[in-house]
């Protein structure tokens, strides 16, 4: 039988209406931004936003059709596929099924090291009041493993872990059996100055599989001054300890990451280059934590957030000029919200998420048994405000722990959906909820979105971003998405160290 | 290479389907066996042997009373292996499978709830169900060394309703290792059960192959011919990988698919980021295609700034992306490590003008119609293909 064709018309006809689903818009560059419930966004002419709720757009435009596919409107010319779109929201979300992953361990507060912007360390402190003893250790290795959460990453901290290295031989062999009991698979990370680390501890890391993450601030001049050591000798000892931890267990088992201080707001090019110089495959230009001890050095370390933004900017020219020059290293917060914004995908990392992060996807043991909705609120609790102390191990479960008031107190502002001033941001899908921040620097968990800094940082940042975005160089592009993939900038994978 | 060919049925009206053998075989090994003689002289020792039945290019002199079909109009193309389905009615000799070629096929229905128009086997409405089942069954039965591919082709083989589960269940008992790749239009997939239904097999190697050609529900749905096709598409895809069932993305390039390519690949990473290939395919010149060329046709030279972008949009991503049905000598050599050979070999041509090239082994090769029309860009390739392989091209050097 013949079979007759049809044109366009009779399946695509000029719907009779349309409707909107939910989106937030902001104005960017001369154009319009609009963000759609799955993070989709889309760039498009002055005015769209106001011909849309006008009904005014030609629904035969191919701005009606990118709107259309892109879940921005619906018609009545076929399904708006809401199953779809919710399947996207799902994804978008997946991050915080599965239970608390992070679990960090404050093995002693002691440390050799009197860092202005650290909250917590006891210089003075003799051996054992602050360290985490065998109970309370095999306490919160068991409510760890209680979460539901199959990969589960143990974080080793301190003051400095390494001072307390019979509490970290104590810990290991303990997790490991325990998460073999529960069928967890288990990541241990041990976060150290590398000051004190020797032959021996390292390989006995390399014999359990440990991975090691340090600090450097920079050069020398700035690491040191950032973090003062009897003998000014911070700078050398990381440097020596990165090389023997590389060449013990391998060198992408050691990471770095920075703390920006207002020393370091000048110097970005050099820290970058130091980065480079020390071949890290990347670097996290991140904010000071405004926790603390912090808050009352602030005029020493704190500094206004505008001088954070014009560090990141050049910060990210910086290393994206590297890149080009064929040299590969990441900026981890571009990585971060590049995620959020390019792929269907949520970040992982809790201090970026909404619902917040805190005791959702981290959880802090303190020395004493203490858990913690974050390290920031362990750092808080160091000024004797314990409003984020969620409980004991030796007195809770992590049932307690999640249900018991602290807990919910900040769950009611941990998403950024329901916060004034973030609920109709465009920013919103690839912004946070920070409960701790906002009590820490604004009294208040919910927050006041106006004068706020995490806020103002995070507007700033994804503005600049999107700025990248629109400007669509080829060559940027494919570099942020190696960040993105792992790949490198031609395909292959890399791993990064 | 040639697929079908006639002569004169005696003694049965139904298919058979059979093993072809050019050789003499003791009784006991011919029950499946179609015997091919190579001239009508048939030795008198074998007029007893039971074969299934016999061919002949001349007139069998003297057959014994087994089905046959004689004065053959062509049997060069018949080997000593090959599985062909003879037509009683007809004196048609189809060949369903050579095990000696890299590509195969299980055709299961010329149906079809499309009518996609650029189809390239453009369906029938005859219900054809029942016999085709009846033959592949047979068929599957007779491969006697499982092929590493088989691809599941129509028509749309989810019309088959429970045939098509009974089908791939004897192929997951008889050869578990072969991969199967189904082409369908995924509709089907949209109603949960049937989604369930397919994945409940358990088939260890199987995928589907589902054509996408808009990320715009009308054009998609003017393209095949269908309302609603672009909805059922879609939900079909998502119960489908709901239900773990592998998904692969086709895309025909042609004058209606260019213009929204790379937003079409947008909406495949951001709706359907679970698929595990998307394949870029160039436009076949048979079917339905020359009724429709008018509004199908555009030269692959004028669309390689388009396919650039949606390739490299896709593989920036991590989304494995190939190209299919292309000749090298028209892709941008920034794409051609992702050309693939992937046309069948009885479809395989090149023309003329490719005697002289030096990427010949390397090129996807033309539909043999495809020679018929083809893109003013096609030419020899005489330049040193060691750099154009190793890697992508700077982008300063275009």
Not at chain 1, 154 to 171: C, S, T
Not at chain 1, 320 to 332: D, F, P, Q, T
């Amino acid at each position: 039988m013949a079979r007759v064709f049809h044109p366009l018309e009779r399946f695509a006809p000029a719907p009779t209406a349309f409707h909107l689903l939910p989106f937030r818009f902001t104005r960017l560059d001369g154009k319009e931004l609009l963000v759609n419930e799955a993070g989709e966004y889309i760039f498009v002419p002055n005015g769209t936003v106001e011909n849309l709720a006008n009904e005014q757009v030609d629904t035969n435009s191919e701005l009606y059709q990118d709107l259309r596919a892109k879940h921005f409107v619906y018609d009545d010319c076929s399904s708006p596929l809401l199953d779809i779109l919710a399947t996207k929201v799902r994804t978008k979300f997946d991050h915080i099924s599965g239970g608390t992953k992070l679990h960090i361990f404050v093995v002693t507060l002691r440390c050799e090291h009197s860092c202005d912007y650290c909250q917590v360390s006891r210089q003075t402190a003799s051996r054992g009041e602050f360290d985490m003893s065998t109970s309370t250790a095999d306490r919160a290795i068991s409510m760890m493993m209680d979460s539901p959460a199959r990969d589960i990453t143990l974080e080793i901290q301190g003051g400095e872990p390494l001072l307390a290295f019979d509490v970290i031989q104590y810990i290991i062999p303990r997790a490991k059996t325990v998460a073999l009991q529960r069928g967890k698979n288990l990541d241990i990370v041990v976060c150290s100055n590398l000051a004190c680390v020797t032959d021996d501890i390292l390989k006995y890391f390399r014999d359990e599989g440990v991975k090691v993450s340090t600090s450097l601030d920079g050069p020398a001049f700035l690491h040191n001054k950032n973090r003062p050591r009897p003998g000014h000798n911070s700078y050398e000892k990381a440097i020596e300890g990165i090389e023997r931890s590389r060449a013990i267990l391998g060198i992408e088992n050691v990471a770095a990451l920075m703390t920006t201080t207002a020393a370091s707001l000048d110097h970005v090019i050099e820290i970058v280059d130091e980065y480079v110089r020390r071949e890290f495959h990347s670097i996290f230009l991140r904010p000071i934590s405004p926790y603390g001890f912090a808050l009352k050095t602030r005029h020493r370390t704190g500094y206004e957030m505008g001088r954070f933004l014009e560090f990141y900017r050049k910060g990210l020219a910086h290393v994206l000029k590297v890149n080009r020059s064929g040299y590969r290293i990441a900026e981890v917060y571009t990585q971060i919200l590049l995620t959020k914004i390019l792929t269907p995908h949520g970040s992982r990392y809790v201090d970026m998420q909404s619902p917040a992060g805190e005791a959702w996807n981290v959880l802090v043991y303190n020395y004493d048994g203490d858990v913690y909705a974050s390290d920031e609120s362990r750092m808080l609790a160091e000024t004797n405000d314990r409003t984020f102390r969620l409980g004991n191990v030796h007195k809770d479960t992590r049932r307690t722990i999640f249900t018991h008031e602290p807990a919910l107190r900040m769950f009611q502002t941990s998403c950024n959906q329901a916060l004034a001033g973030c609920s109709d941001c465009a920013f919103q899908s690839y912004c946070a909820a920070d409960p701790v921040y906002h009590y820490a620097t604004q009294g208040d968990m919910y927050g006041y979105r106006a004068t706020s800094g995490f806020c103002s940082r995070n507007m700033q940042v994804i503005r600049h971003l999107f700025s990248i975005i629109a400007e669509d160089d080829r060559e940027t592009m494919r570099i942020l998405w190696s960040w993105i993939t792992g790949q490198s900038v031609h395909g292959e994978v890399v791993e990064c160290a | 290479m040639r697929l079908t060919t006639m002569g004169v049925a005696r003694n049965f009206d139904e298919s058979i389907v059979g093993i072809i053998t050019a050789e003499k075989l003791p009784p006991d090994q011919c029950m499946d066996r179609i015997r091919l003689f190579a001239s009508a002289k048939m030795a008198d020792d074998e007029r007893l042997t039971p074969y299934r039945a016999l061919l002949c290019p001349d007139e069998l002199q003297n057959p014994p009373d087994l089905p046959f079909i004689h004065r053959l109009r062509d049997s060069d193309h018949l080997k000593d292996g090959d599985i062909v389905v003879l037509e009683g009615s007809t004196g048609l000799v189809r060949s369903l499978y050579r095990p000696y070629e890299l590509h195969h096929h299980l055709f299961v229905t010329e149906r079809c709830n499309s009518n996609c128009l650029m189809c390239s086997q453009p369906p029938k409405d005859r219900d054809d169900v029942e016999v085709l089942t009846a033959r592949n069954t047979e068929l599957i039965k007779l491969i006697r060394q499982p092929p590493s591919y088989l691809t599941i082709t129509g028509g749309e083989p989810t019309l088959l309703g429970d045939n098509l589960f009974t089908l791939l269940s004897q192929l997951k008992v008889s050869m578990p290792e072969t991969e199967l790749h189904m082409l369908t239009n995924g509709r089907a997939f949209a109603w949960p059960e049937y989604s369930r239904q397919f994945a409940g097999i358990e088939h260890p190697n199987i995928s589907i192959g589902v054509p996408l050609y808009s990320d715009f529900a009308g054009s998609h749905d003017h393209i095949v011919q269908a309302r609603a096709a672009f909805d059922q598409t879609v939900a079909g895809l998502h119960q489908a990988a709901r239900n773990e069932i592998r998904v692969e993305i086709r895309v025909v390039l042609h004058k209606l698919t260019i213009p929204r390519l790379t937003k079409l690949m947008e909406y495949i990473y951001r709706n359907l980021t679970f698929v595990e290939h998307i394949a870029l395919m160039g436009l076949e010149y048979t079917g339905y295609t020359p009724r429709n060329i008018e509004q199908l046709w555009i030269d692959p030279l004028d669309y390689q700034d388009q396919l650039e972008q949606a390739v490299e949009f896709l593989a920036m991503r991590n989304m494995t992306v190939s190209i299919y049905n292309l000749q090298l000598c028209v892709l941008r050599q920034s794409l051609w490590k992702y050309s693939k050979q992937s046309i069948s070999d009885w479809k395989n041509a090149y023309s003329g003008v490719c005697d002289a090239c030096t990427a010949l082994r390397q090129c996807g090769g033309f539909f043999h119609w495809n020679t018929k029309v083809q893109s003013r860009g096609i030419h020899p390739i005489s330049e040193n293909l060691e750099k154009a392989n190793h890697g992508p091209v700077p982008l300063d050097s275009r």
